[in-house]
């Protein structure tokens, strides 16, 4: 019986040893315990700048004269919708508050 112990603990030893060289010859992450990790995940390519390169500049972006004017649009389209009573209600106005009071 010490025999049989001792054969299943050289073979353990040997296998954790393999695993461990097996590692870190093909640069392997060793996980024996099975939990979770974010390795997978970094290992990933990141396609973020990729992705905006293929977006052209919005030079609408930095010049102020464009974006007084599109907010000048928004708040006349706003004052126009208001008029016809189909703007936004007040705060505490809208329908889920008028649900809630009944």
Do not use: C
């Amino acid at each position: 019986m010490a025999t049989n112990s001792l054969k299943g603990m050289i073979a353990a030893a040997l296998n954790k040893g393999v695993t461990e060289a097996r590692a870190r010859i093909f640069g392997h992450v060793l996980n024996p315990t099975g939990q979770r990790s974010t390795h997978k995940l970094l290992r990933k390519k990141l396609i973020g700048d990729k992705v905006a390169e293929w977006y052209p500049y919005d030079i609408k972006k930095d010049d102020p004269l464009i974006m007084a004017r599109q907010e000048q649009e928004r708040l006349s389209k706003l004052e126009m919708l208001k008029r016809r009573g189909k703007g936004p209600p007040k705060k505490g106005q809208g329908r889920r508050a008028a649900k809630r009071n009944k």
